[in-house]
T-cell receptor
Framework: AQSVAQPEDQVNVAEGNPLTVKCTYS??????LFWYVQYPNRGLQFLLKYITGDNLVKGSYGFEAEFNKSQTSFHLKKPSALVSDSALYFCAVRDGRGTDKLIFGTGTRLQVFP | GAVVSQHPSWVICKSGTSVKIECRSLDFQATTMFWYRQFPKQSLMLMAT?????????EQGVEKDKFLINHASLTLSTLTVTSAHPEDSSFYICSATRGDPNTEAFFGQGTRLTVV
C-alpha cells in the first residue's frame, strides 16, 4: 500500500538558517510526489512536485526538494528560512497507476524564530 | 495555478440540521474532486472521491448517508453533512484535479464547521 512518512512533528529553525523537512515514501510503481503548505484555517497551497526528470526540484517561495530513489525520500529544503515560512507542511504521494488520489503524510509544523 | 473556491469558509449550525458545502473549480474543468476532513493538529483524512455524473466513492469508515456528495457538473461538487452532530465539527477541505496525473491537485480554502 502507498504511504508517506513525515518523521518530525515539528521543526524549529532560526531565521536565515537553512531548513529541511523530511519525507519518505513507499509506493508500488513510479512515485508522483508533492509538497503542500497550509497556513492556519486555510486550504493547502502547492509548493512543488516530482514527476520525472531532475532529482532536484525547485518550487514556490524559494523551496526545493530532492528526490532520492534509493532512500525513497523527498525532503523539502530552503537555503535561508523566513519567519513567514512558519506553517504546516505536508508531503503527499500519488500512485502512478492512474488514480488521482493523494496520500498525505502526517504533516510537519515548521517554526522559524526571528 | 488554477483556483478552487470553497464556500462557506465557516458555518455554525444546530445539532440535527444539515449543512451544504460547495466546492467550485473556477477556471478549469475538474474531472475529479476530493473531500477531506482535518482534525486539529492532524493530517487530512480522505473522505470520498467524486467524479462528475457518477456516484462518489467513499473511503472505508465514512458514512455515505451522512456525508452526501454530489458532483453535478465539471466545476461543482457539494458535500452535505446531514443531521449534523457536534462530533461532525471539523475542518473540511475539497480539492480538484484535471485528470492528468502529471499535474498537482488544487485545494479550496476549507470550511470550518461547528455544530452546537
Amino acid at each position: 500500500a502507498q504511504s508517506v512518512a513525515q518523521p518530525e512533528d515539528q521543526v524549529n529553525v532560526a531565521e536565515g538558517n537553512p531548513l529541511t523537512v523530511k519525507c519518505t515514501y513507499s509506493v508500488s510503481g513510479n512515485p508522483y510526489l508533492f509538497w503542500y503548505v497550509q497556513y492556519p484555517n486555510r486550504g493547502l497551497q502547492f509548493l512543488l512536485k516530482y514527476i520525472t526528470g531532475d532529482n532536484l526540484v525547485k518550487g514556490s517561495y524559494g523551496f526545493e526538494a530532492e528526490f532520492n530513489k534509493s532512500q525513497t525520500s523527498f525532503h523539502l529544503k530552503k537555503p535561508s528560512a523566513l519567519v513567514s515560512d512558519s506553517a504546516l507542511y505536508f508531503c503527499a504521494v500519488r500512485d502512478g497507476r492512474g488514480t488521482d488520489k493523494l496520500i498525505f503524510g502526517t504533516g510537519t509544523r515548521l517554526q522559524v524564530f526571528p | 495555478g488554477a483556483v478552487v473556491s470553497q464556500h462557506p469558509s465557516w458555518v455554525i449550525c444546530k445539532s440535527g440540521t444539515s449543512v451544504k458545502i460547495e466546492c467550485r473549480s473556477l477556471d478549469f474543468q475538474a474531472t475529479t474532486m476530493f473531500w477531506y476532513r482535518q482534525f486539529p493538529k492532524q493530517s487530512l483524512m480522505l473522505m470520498a472521491t467524486s467524479n462528475e455524473g457518477s456516484k462518489a466513492t467513499y473511503e472505508q469508515g465514512v458514512e455515505k448517508d451522512k456525508f452526501l456528495i454530489n458532483h453535478a457538473s465539471l466545476t461543482l461538487s457539494t458535500l452535505t453533512v446531514t443531521s449534523a452532530h457536534p462530533e461532525d465539527s471539523s475542518f473540511y477541505i475539497c480539492s480538484a484535479t484535471r485528470g492528468d496525473p502529471n499535474t498537482e491537485a488544487f485545494f479550496g480554502q476549507g470550511t470550518r464547521l461547528t455544530v452546537v
